[in-house]
Nanobody
Framework: QVQLVESGGGLVQPGGTLKLSCTAV????????MGWYRQAPGGPRWSVAS???????DYADFVKGRATVSRVNGGYTVNLQMNNLNSANTAVYYC???????????WGHGLQVTVSS
């Protein structure tokens, strides 16, 4: 069974940097999609950034220019770095992945990120 193991997050100072990591375990099949979503309290889950096996990246408009998403570890780990954080970035961040378009996604358990001094 595929599991997404996330790490990072926590309390970040305004203007600081966030680093998140997610590793897919329990599979040796290629994952066509790996990415990060965010969900603020009471709000919907929005895409933040994603990267395909050829390292083609996609970013939400609200993070363009201050986020970097990458895949390492043979394509089974996705990392996200976001710079210059503010309180609007406070949310639970979720890792998502799937093998093929049309598949149900695997989801991580979520990481709380709080931007506060």
């Amino acid at each position: 069974q595929v599991q997404l193991v996330e790490s990072g997050g926590g309390l970040v100072q305004p203007g600081g940097t966030l680093k998140l990591s997610c590793t897919a375990v329990g599979t040796s099949d290629s994952l066509i999609f790996m990415g990060w979503y965010r969900q603020a309290p009471g709000g919907p889950r929005w895409s933040v950034a994603s990267v395909d096996p050829r390292n083609k990246t996609d970013y939400a408009d609200f993070v363009k220019g201050r986020a970097t998403v990458s895949r390492v570890n043979g394509g089974y780990t996705v990392n996200l770095q976001m710079n210059n954080l503010n309180s609007a970035n406070t949310a639970v961040y979720y890792c998502a992945a799937f093998h093929r378009w049309g598949d149900n996604a695997y989801w991580g358990h979520g990481l709380q990120v709080t931007v506060s001094s």
